[in-house]
C-alpha cells in the first residue's frame, strides 16, 4: 500500500499538521503517523467545563486551541469562546473570555492563519485573536444575522464562511473575508439554494480553486476569483424537493470525487434552525433536542459519490437499509485502502463501503453507534471514532479500516455524544470533543 501525498496546495495556514477542522479544506481528516492501538494500553484524560466543545486545532509544535460556543439554549445569552489548552491537563492556559454570537447557539469553527492569529466564527460574527493571549484584535459582524458553519482558508489566505439554512429557508450566503481587517473581498454569493453543510475546497492542477458547498438538492461548485466566486456549471443533484431522505452535511473530496451522506437534517437540527435566532428557546428543551429522536423521512441513510468531471454520474448506496436513517456528521473516503466509512447515528452501524471496482459494495460492518467526525490514519490503517453505547457512554473506538475489526475501545468520560471533531495531537493521541466534556487519549 502505498501513501497519497496529501499536502495541501496553498499556504492560508500556518504550517501545522492541523491547522483546521478535518486536517485541511479537502476534509479528508487524515492523519500523519499512527495511533499503533493494538499494541498500547489507551490512557485517558478528561475535563468537564460545561461547554459545548467543538474542536481542537494546532499552531506550533506545543500550541494548542480549543474552540466552542455555549450550549444555551435558554436563559442567559450564549457566546463563543477560544482557549490555548495544556495538551496535557487540557487546562486553559490563555483565554478569548466571550466572544460575539448574535446570541444564535451553533457550533461555529477556528483555524490556525498564516498570518500567525487564530480565527473564530460564531454564530453571525467572526474573530481575529492574537495567538498568544487570544485577545480580540478585530471583530467583525457578518452580513446575515444567521449561524455560520464553517471557517476554511483559501489559497490567497483570504477567508470564506457560510450561513446555515435547511429547505425553504432560502438561499445560502457565502462571505469571503480579508484575514487582517476581515473587511468583505467582495460582495456575498447567494445561492439558489439552502446548505446545511460545511464548506470544502482545493486547488487543481491548473491552479483553479474551487469551493464545494452542500446544497439541499444539489452540490454547487464555485470558482474563485481574485475579485469575485462564480457559479460553476458542475452542479450534481443528490435529492428531488421533499423526497424521503434528508439533507447532505459535508463532503469529503478525494479520488476525483466528492463523498457525502444525506440523512442529516434531523429533528433537532430542524428544531434549532428554525427559530430565530437559531436555538433560543423560550424554556429549557430538553430531550427535544436528542439526537436519537426518530427521523422525518423514510429513507434509509445514504452514502453519495459525485465524480467531480461528471455532474451525471452520481452513485449512491444504502449500507444498513433500515428506514429512517440518520447522522450528524459526514463520511470519510480513504483512498489507500479504497475504503470510504459510512455510519448511521439514529439506528446504530458503521460500514466500510469498498469504491476500488465500479460500483460502491459494502466490504463490512461493525455494530457500534459513530456520531462524530472521525480521523483517518492511512499509515497504519487505522479509523478514530466515538460509539454511544446501550450504557449511554461515549467511548472512542479504533478500528481496521480494510477489515472492520474492532481494535481498542477508550472511555472519555462523557455521557453525551454529539457530532463534533476528533483531532490527533501527532504524538500517537487524540483530541475529543463534545457538550461539557474535553478529553485526549493517547496510546503512545
Same mark, same amino acid.
Given at each position: 500500500? /502505498? ?11 500556518? +504550517?501545522? +499538521? ?5 486536517? %485541511? ?11 499503533? =492501538? ?30 466552542? /460556543? ?22 486553559? $492556559? =490563555? ?12 457550533? %461555529?469553527?477556528? $483555524? ?22 487570544? +485577545? ?42 480579508? &484575514? ?106 430538553? +430531550? ?5 429522536? &426518530? ?25 444498513? %437499509?433500515? &428506514? ?6 459526514? &463520511? ?22 469498498? /469504491? ?9 460492518? $461493525? ?25 449511554? /457512554? ?51
Amino acid at each position: 500500500m /502505498t501513501l497519497l501525498d496529501r499536502t495541501e496546495p496553498h499556504g492560508g495556514y500556518w +504550517s501545522s +499538521s492541523w491547522p483546521v477542522e478535518c486536517g %485541511g479544506n479537502r476534509r479528508q481528516k487524515a492523519a500523519p503517523g499512527r495511533l499503533d =492501538a493494538a499494541g498500547g494500553t489507551a490512557r485517558t484524560t478528561t475535563r468537564r467545563n460545561d461547554r459545548w466543545n467543538v474542536m481542537v486545532i494546532r499552531r506550533d509544535s506545543e500550541e494548542w486551541y480549543l474552540g466552542g /460556543t455555549m450550549a444555551a439554549f435558554s436563559g442567559p445569552p450564549p457566546f463563543g469562546w477560544v482557549e490555548r489548552i495544556d495538551p496535557d491537563s487540557l487546562e486553559p $492556559l =490563555a483565554s478569548s473570555g466571550e466572544l460575539q454570537c448574535g446570541d444564535h447557539v451553533w457550533c %461555529g469553527a477556528i $483555524l490556525a492563519h498564516a498570518n500567525g492569529s487564530i480565527m473564530s466564527v460564531n454564530g453571525s460574527y467572526l474573530h481575529r485573536l492574537d495567538p498568544d493571549d487570544l +485577545s480580540i484584535l478585530v471583530e467583525r459582524e457578518l452580513p446575515v444575522d444567521r449561524s455560520h458553519n464553517g471557517l476554511l482558508a483559501l489559497g490567497d489566505g483570504t477567508l470564506i464562511t457560510k450561513d446555515l439554512r435547511l429547505e425553504g429557508q432560502g438561499g445560502t450566503t457565502i462571505t469571503r473575508v480579508d &484575514p487582517d481587517t476581515l473587511e468583505l473581498v467582495h460582495e456575498p454569493l447567494v445561492l439558489p439554494e439552502g446548505s446545511m453543510g460545511r464548506i470544502a475546497a482545493d486547488i487543481d492542477d491548473m491552479g483553479a480553486e474551487y469551493i464545494y458547498v452542500p446544497g439541499t438538492e444539489h452540490i454547487w461548485r464555485l470558482v474563485v476569483e481574485p475579485d469575485g466566486l462564480v457559479v460553476d456549471d458542475w452542479q450534481p443533484r443528490y435529492r428531488e424537493p421533499d423526497d424521503r431522505w434528508g439533507l447532505g452535511w459535508d463532503i469529503c473530496l478525494t479520488d476525483g470525487a466528492g463523498w457525502m451522506m444525506d440523512c442529516g437534517d434531523i429533528e433537532s437540527v430542524r428544531r434549532i434552525h428554525q427559530l430565530e435566532p437559531n436555538g433560543r428557546f423560550r424554556s429549557p428543551p430538553g +430531550s427535544d433536542l436528542s439526537w436519537r429522536l &426518530p427521523a422525518p423521512w423514510t429513507g434509509a441513510q445514504r452514502l453519495i459519490r459525485f465524480d467531480l468531471t461528471d455532474e451525471r454520474n452520481v452513485q449512491t448506496i444504502e449500507p444498513f %437499509g433500515t &428506514p429512517g436513517g440518520g447522522i450528524i456528521a459526514p &463520511p470519510v473516503h480513504v483512498p489507500e485502502y479504497g475504503m470510504a466509512i459510512a455510519w448511521d447515528s439514529i439506528n446504530g452501524g458503521l460500514a466500510g463501503i469498498d /469504491t476500488s471496482g465500479d460500483g460502491l459494495e459494502v466490504s463490512w460492518q $461493525l455494530d457500534i453507534r459513530p456520531s462524530m467526525q472521525p480521523v483517518v490514519y492511512p499509515e497504519s490503517g487505522e479509523l478514530a471514532i466515538n460509539d454511544f453505547t446501550k450504557d449511554r /457512554t461515549d467511548d472512542v473506538v479504533v478500528v481496521d479500516i480494510a477489515s472492520g475489526l474492532l481494535i481498542d475501545r477508550a472511555e472519555t468520560g462523557s455521557r453525551i455524544a454529539n457530532g463534533m471533531f476528533l483531532s490527533p495531537d501527532g504524538e500517537g493521541g487524540l483530541f475529543y470533543c463534545t457538550t461539557s466534556t474535553l478529553a485526549h487519549i493517547s496510546w503512545a
